[in-house]
């Protein structure tokens, strides 16, 4: 008995300390993002703060616009989240449905796609946008953010789909049915789980991307909030109670849409689980 119950103790611990270790860093930007600065100052950044002072984030939020950066990371994100997951499923569609010659080639270009560094890719990224007249524009951000997303998508869904029963595909073009209207009508409703994980996915990773919109979008009416956050934190032109209120205006919105979307989240990685 105690074979078993001592191996489940000693998981629950550690994911006890990894939950304790993950919390405690929003747990200190809650605490001092309503203090005010001659409260930080006197009581240090462990005290409960005694009173709700809203000073650092209404400074914060007319400091940068907040507004503004908040509705491109919006409109960044829900564009690479809906384009990256069209065109992965297109491509997955041809390599793991259609198998088309060479897939497997293609398949690994896609896994070393994934691998290359960013930083080694941002200077051409940047030479195109300029020559393409993209520069300093949301559009390029979308195009390369979505291109990244689709490497791994297609990969992704590419093995999934390989699992697809040929039994339901033969059945549905027996039925008449075209290789669109087998796509649209039997395996995105089946493949739905998948899809909603990755669109949540690729809008979180894309939410959080820093270095991209740092070199492609120069102009303060275009950045995103992470770049905003970045780029007054580099200017130190914020005390720590300030600091702490982007820090919490930058992690809300990606935490309200993940729970918005933890239920679907949750099934979909289970059904992924399951299979």
């Known amino acids: 008995m105690n074979h078993r119950i001592l191996p489940r103790f000693a998981v629950l611990v550690s994911l006890a300390v990894l939950a304790v270790a993950m919390l405690l860093p929003f747990a200190l930007v809650l605490l001092n993002a309503f203090k005010t600065p001659a409260e930080y100052s006197a009581n240090g950044p ?3 703060p005694e009173g709700l002072s809203l000073e650092g984030l209404v400074d914060f939020w007319e400091r940068v616009d907040f507004g503004g ?3 491109n990371s919006i409109l960044i994100s829900t564009a690479v989240a809906v384009l990256a997951v069209i065109v992965s499923v297109c ?3 041809a390599l793991g449905i259609g198998r088309i010659r060479g897939r497997t080639w293609i ?3 896609f896994l070393i796609a994934n691998t290359l560094p960013q930083e080694a890719m941002i200077y051409p990224w940047y030479t195109m946008a300029k020559e393409a007249g993209l520069y300093d524009s949301r559009l390029s951000v979308i195009i390369i953010c979505t291109v990244l997303q689709c490497a791994f998508g297609t990969y992704l869904m590419s093995s999934v789909l390989g699992q ?3 039994e339901v ?4 073009h027996l039925d008449g049915a075209g290789r669109l209207r087998t796509l649209t009508h039997v395996i995105l409703p089946m493949s739905r789980s998948t899809l909603t994980v990755m669109f949540v996915f690729f809008f979180i990773w894309t939410w959080n991307e820093f270095l991209i919109p740092l070199i492609l979008l120069i102009s303060n009416d275009n950045q995103t909030v992470p770049v905003a956050l970045g780029k007054l934190q580099g200017e130190r032109m914020m005390d720590a109670t300030m600091s702490s ?3 919490l205006l ?3 919105p990606a935490l309200v849409f993940f729970v918005l979307f933890q239920r679907t989240l949750t099934r979909g990685v289970t059904v992924g689980a399951i299979k």
Request: charged letters at 10%; hydrophobic letters at 70%.
């Open 46 to 48: 462990l005290a409960f």
């Open 69 to 71: 950066k908040l509705l």
């Open 91 to 93: 491509n997955a569609y």
């Open 107 to 109: 398949l690994a270009f």
């Open 164 to 166: 697809f029963p040929r």
């Open 169 to 172: 595909i033969e059945a549905a």
């Open 245 to 247: 209120a982007s820090a």
């Open 250 to 252: 930058g992690i809300l």
